[in-house]
C-alpha cells in the first residue's frame, strides 16, 4: 500500500525497549485511596474485602497476559514481574505497562460485587503504573523485600494505630502523638501490655501481604463414559494443570525461592 505523506509523524514514537536479560517489574498503585477507602467504607486497618478483590484482579492479569511468574500486592498496591527472557510486545515498556494496569483496573471493576456484596462501587477507580528493570537475581529479590517490610511496617503501625482508637478510645490525633518516634518493638509492647495483642498471632494476609505465583495442582473431576455391556460408569480423571496461587507467607528469606526454583532464572 502507498504510504500517505502523513505517514512521517510515526517517527515522533519514541522507542521504550525493555533492556534485555532484566526482570520487567510493573507496580501499579490505586489513585487516591485514601479517599476511596474512606467512602466505600474498608475496615480499619486492612480490609479483607478489598484485599481479596485486589488478589483476584491481580490473578486475571496473571492468567490474561504473558510471561509474568510472580505478583506481590498489599495496600492498594500491585508488582508483577515478567520472566527476564519474556519477549512479549517485543519488551515494549508503555505496552507491558498500560496492559497491566487496565487489565487490573477493568477486573477491579467486574469483580467488585463478588467481594463488596450490597457496598455499591461509587465512582470508577484507577490504577497508576510504572516499569522498573532489574538486571539480577538479588536486585529483583531485594526490591520483592523492600515492598514487603514496606507492608510489615505499615500493618505494625496501622494495627497499634487502630487498636489505640477504637479500644484505647484514643483520638486520632492522641495515637498519632502516642507513636510519633516509636521503634517497632514499642508498638510490639504496647499492642501486647495495654490490649493482650501478640502481633505475631495477627493475620498473614495482613502482615506478609499477596504473593501469587503459578503452581502444578491435580484437579480430580469425575467423568461418565459408556461401555458397550456395563451402561453408564463414573470414573475420576486426574489432571496436572498450572493455576495461579495466592501465598502470605514470607518472601524475603530464602526458603520461599528454595521452594519454588522455577521462578528466577540464572544470572548469566
Ligand atoms: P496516591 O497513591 O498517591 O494516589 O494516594 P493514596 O491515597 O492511594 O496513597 P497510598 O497509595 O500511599 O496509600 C494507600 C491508601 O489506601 C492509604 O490511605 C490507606 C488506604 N488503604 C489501602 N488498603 C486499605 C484497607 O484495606 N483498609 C483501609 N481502611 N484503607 C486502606
Ligand atoms: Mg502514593
Ligand atoms: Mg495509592
Ligand atoms: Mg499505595
Ligand atoms: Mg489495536
Same mark, same amino acid.
Not at 526482570?23 to 487516591?32: A, E, T
Not at 524475603?252 to 520461599?256: H, L
Given at each position: 500500500m502507498a504510504k500517505s505523506k502523513f505517514e512521517y =509523524? /510515526?517517527?515522533?514514537?519514541?522507542?521504550?525497549?525493555?533492556? /534485555?536479560?532484566?526482570? #520487567? =517489574? =510493573? /507496580?501499579?498503585?490505586? /489513585?487516591?485511596?485514601?479517599?476511596?477507602?474512606? !467512602?466505600?467504607?474498608?475496615?480499619?486497618?486492612?480490609?479483607n474485602r478489598a484485599l481479596g478483590l485486589m488478589s483476584r484482579s491481580a490473578r486475571s492479569v496473571m492468567e490474561e497476559l504473558e510471561d509474568i511468574t510472580i505478583a506481590y500486592g498489599q495496600s492498594d498496591e500491585f508488582s508483577f514481574v515478567f520472566k527476564r527472557s519474556s519477549t512479549w510486545f517485543k519488551r515494549r515498556a508503555s505496552k507491558l505497562m498500560t496492559h497491566v494496569t487496565s487489565q487490573f483496573s477493568s477486573s477491579f471493576v467486574y469483580y467488585w460485587k463478588e467481594y463488596f456484596g450490597e457496598q455499591p462501587l461509587l465512582y470508577p477507580p484507577s490504577f497508576d503504573g510504572r516499569v522498573v528493570l532489574y538486571p539480577s537475581n538479588r536486585n529483583l529479590r531485594d526490591y520483592l523485600s523492600w515492598r514487603q517490610a514496606d507492608c510489615h511496617i505499615n500493618n505494625l503501625y496501622n494495627t497499634t494505630f487502630w487498636t489505640l482508637v477504637q479500644k484505647g478510645g484514643l483520638t486520632t490525633t492522641q495515637a498519632e502523638e502516642r507513636l510519633s518516634g516509636t521503634q517497632a518493638a514499642d508498638k510490639n509492647e504496647i499492642l501486647f501490655s495495654e490490649f493482650n495483642i501478640n502481633y505475631s498471632n495477627e493475620s498473614p494476609l495482613h502482615k506478609k501481604g499477596m504473593t501469587l505465583i503459578w503452581e502444578k495442582v491435580n484437579e480430580t473431576t469425575t467423568k461418565l463414559i459408556k461401555r458397550p455391556d456395563e451402561g453408564e460408569t463414573e470414573i475420576n480423571v486426574t489432571r496436572t494443570r498450572k493455576k495461579v496461587t495466592s501465598h502470605s507467607c514470607d518472601i #524475603?528469606?530464602? !526458603?520461599?525461592w528454595e521452594e519454588h526454583p522455577d521462578i528466577l532464572e540464572s544470572d548469566q
Open positions: =509523524v /510515526r517517527n515522533f514514537e519514541l522507542d521504550d525497549t525493555c533492556l /534485555r536479560n532484566c526482570y #520487567i =517489574v =510493573v /507496580r501499579l498503585d490505586g /489513585r487516591n485511596f485514601h479517599k476511596f477507602s474512606e !467512602q466505600h467504607n474498608f475496615m480499619k486497618p486492612s480490609d #524475603i528469606g530464602d !526458603q520461599f
